[in-house]
């Protein structure tokens, strides 16, 4: 099964961990399919984004079984990397100049002052 740049990336993860250590010290968390490996995450991540990756991490996290209302079910478990950047590269994330600064600070402009 061959997919894509795109495919093998299926979404960011942004938890409170995973933005502190993007802020700090350069890692990016992705969710990945489950059929992919380390080179083919660091191949994709350097396409799409155009950085250098330095290194790939792996999570696996098992499959979930439990029982509702008497019927059984599985949640699927994921795989997630981290992929730590080349120091001098750097994604700009939607919305990070935003959450960079602290809250309520803003530029007043004189257009807004005026009227």
């Not at 990945?32 to 696996?60: F, G, L, M, Y």
């Amino acid at each position: 099964m061959e997919l894509s740049h795109f495919g093998v990336i299926k979404r960011m993860v942004m938890t409170g961990k995973s933005w502190h250590a993007f802020q700090t010290q350069n890692k990016l968390t992705f969710e990945v399919a489950r059929a992919v490996n380390k080179s083919v995450i660091k191949d994709a991540v350097e396409q799409i984004w155009k950085v250098k990756v330095e290194k790939v991490n792996i999570i696996n996290t098992p499959d979930h079984s439990g029982i509702f209302a008497r019927k059984g079910y599985v949640r699927p478990g994921l795989k997630r990397a981290i992929v730590t950047l080349k120091s001098g590269y750097r994604i700009d994330l939607p919305g990070e100049a935003m959450t960079s600064g602290s809250v309520g600070d803003r530029d007043v402009t004189s257009s807004e002052n005026e009227g």
